[in-house]
């Protein structure tokens, strides 16, 4: 197999501006950098297992749910709390702050120490939006471990109201998230609340830190403030290869990873670098109607049912028509026109469509490869490393 292009797969590299696709034919190993953007700090989960902060315009390597480490590309988000760690409003409950160690592994987490039995934390947060996520890490300790808590969105004052589902505090850090939507704007603020545990003992422990509300329909990386909303920018990875690295005639496109949501358009593709209907494309397109389609010169798309878990997808083209593999599996066979100028890969479509997600591989062939060869890239080794590497947990039966 020819791979003339190689990016993530347990081996980064990024610098400002930069983050390190390359070649490594017959052991020359020849840089293919993306060039990268983010106008502000951005913060990550390193391999120790803590949120670090990056700075504007260094890719973030995240290793939240992967050993291997996955490139975040996220949009521009606002944390709308303006004090992720301090002046909470408490109920029932007494606030230390800077009391313990937190998930950035500084004193920096706050305890909670009820004192009835129906303890919460809120802040207000000044918005119109709708649509919310919340998030925040929280860690049991003594009796509070495998408590239930959950979330409260509320609207002007308890005019509206959503409440999560229940989450069980454990005695590790763990962030809880949930997406909530209120029946309609609120005229100024919603508050976001906290409750810790749900039904409490007076005594009752919480460990708590980086509290998070987003104007999204889902959670993105931790956005620290402390006297004022903060935006995090969005991301850009764009213009890796040349036309030495792409074949007009046959190749494979292949993607390891994820997407954050499935109502938006998401594109990953290798182009001419002209305009959109320029036709010289090859596209992995997760588009705004749920649907994952896939798009090879011109006219040719086909679609199956899109989802944001982690997969592994390809398209093979070559002689006219091209092929959809999805973790081992052939999906799509169709026909294309042909292909000219193919020079650049990019992390969207051209000129749209920004994708926004986890990348744990990224690759091209400049061959068509074989079908042995297609099924043995989109599939796992062992059953225990495809469990691992679609996130899912391993249950024991008998």
Not at 322 to 328: E, K, Q, S
């Amino acid at each position: 197999m020819a791979q003339t292009l190689k990016f993530g797969n347990k081996v980064w590299a990024a610098k400002e501006d930069s983050v390190l696709a390359y070649n490594d034919i017959n052991n020359n190993y020849k840089p293919l950098p993306f060039d990268f953007a983010r106008a502000s700090i951005g913060t990550r989960v390193n391999k120790e297992g803590l949120i670090e902060t990056m700075g504007q315009d260094i890719a973030r390597i995240d290793y939240t749910d992967s050993a291997d480490g996955v490139l975040l590309l996220e949009p521009a988000s606002t944390n709308l709390l303006t004090q992720s760690n301090n002046n909470f409003v408490g109920n029932q409950v007494s606030i230390s702050y800077n009391n313990a160690i937190s998930p950035t592994g500084e004193n920096n987490a706050f305890k909670l120490t009820a004192n009835g039995i129906d303890p919460f934390i809120s802040q207000n947060a000044t918005t119109t939006s709708t649509t919310f996520t919340l998030s925040v890490y929280a860690k049991g300790v003594g009796n509070t471990i495998g408590k239930v808590c959950n979330f409260f969105l509320i609207g002007d004052n308890y005019v509206q109201a959503q409440q999560s589902s229940n989450f069980i505090l454990t005695d590790q850090w763990k962030r809880f998230e949930s997406t909530l939507t209120l029946s309609s704007a609120p005229s100024s603020y919603v508050q976001w609340r906290f409750d810790i545990p749900s039904v409490a003992e007076i005594g009752d422990e919480t460990l708590v830190f980086g509290a998070q509300i987003e104007a999204l329909s889902y959670p993105s990386s931790y956005i620290p403030t402390s006297g004022s909303t903060v935006t995090r920018a969005a991301e850009t990875c764009n213009n890796s290869g040349n036309s030495e690295v792409f074949n007009d005639s046959e190749g494979v496109l292949f993607f390891d990873g994820s997407v954050f949501t499935t109502n938006e358009s998401l594109c990953i593709s290798v182009n001419d670098g002209g305009a959109t209907g320029s036709g010289n494309r090859v596209e992995l397109l997760w588009f705004s109607d749920g649907n994952f389609y896939t798009q090879v010169g011109n006219s040719s798309q086909e679609f199956i049912s899109s989802n944001t878990f982690y997969n592994k997808i390809l398209i093979k083209y070559g002689s006219g028509s091209y092929d959809l593999y999805v973790n081992g599996f052939r999906r799509i066979t169709n026909t294309f026109t042909s292909l000219t100028g193919l020079v650049s890969l990019d992390f969207k479509r051209q000129g749209s469509f920004t994708f926004k997600g986890k990348t744990k591989e990224l690759g091209y062939y400049d061959t068509a490869l074989t079908d042995a060869e297609l099924e043995t890239l989109t599939s796992y080794r062992n059953w225990v490393s495809m469990v691992n590497e679609l996130n899912l947990n391993i249950i024991y039966n008998g």
